[in-house]
Nanobody, 112 residues
Framework: QVQLAESGGGLVQPGGSLRLSCAAS????????VNWYRQAPGKERGLIAS????????NYADSVKGRFTISRDNVKNTVYLQMNSLNTEDTAVYYC?????WGQGTQVTVSS
């Protein structure tokens, strides 16, 4: 049984940082691309970051480029999303996705 579990969301002030985690069970993440998506209220879910297998090429949406960093820890079978310089437009539910599987999402709220 494959499960992806996001964690690390919460409430943060503008300009702050959070690190999201996507921990997998039943799936070796290093073998597959892993994507982070987010969905803000009233908007469609959109891809914001991806990392190729075995710690390869990273890609980012223009809206997060230079502020967010995706990375892997293959020992922990976990992918991270480091989010810096957060602003209110980053408020959303964040999801990880790999090999056809979605996590349950974690809420990030940026507010003063």
């Amino acid at each position: 049984q494959v499960q992806l579990a996001e964690s690390g969301g919460g409430l943060v002030q503008p300009g702050g940082s959070l690190r999201l985690s996507c921990a997998a069970s039943g799936l070796t993440l290093s073998r597959y691309s892993v994507n982070w998506y987010r969905q803000a209220p009233g908007k469609e879910r959109g891809l914001i970051a991806s990392i190729a297998p075995a710690g390869g090429l990273e890609n980012y949406a223009d809206s997060v480029k230079g502020r967010f960093t995706i990375s892997r820890d293959n020992v922990k079978n976990t992918v991270y999303l480091q989010m810096n310089s957060l602003n209110t437009e980053d408020t959303a539910v964040y999801y990880c996705y790999s090999f056809g599987y979605w996590g349950q999402g974690t809420q990030v709220t940026v507010s003063s």
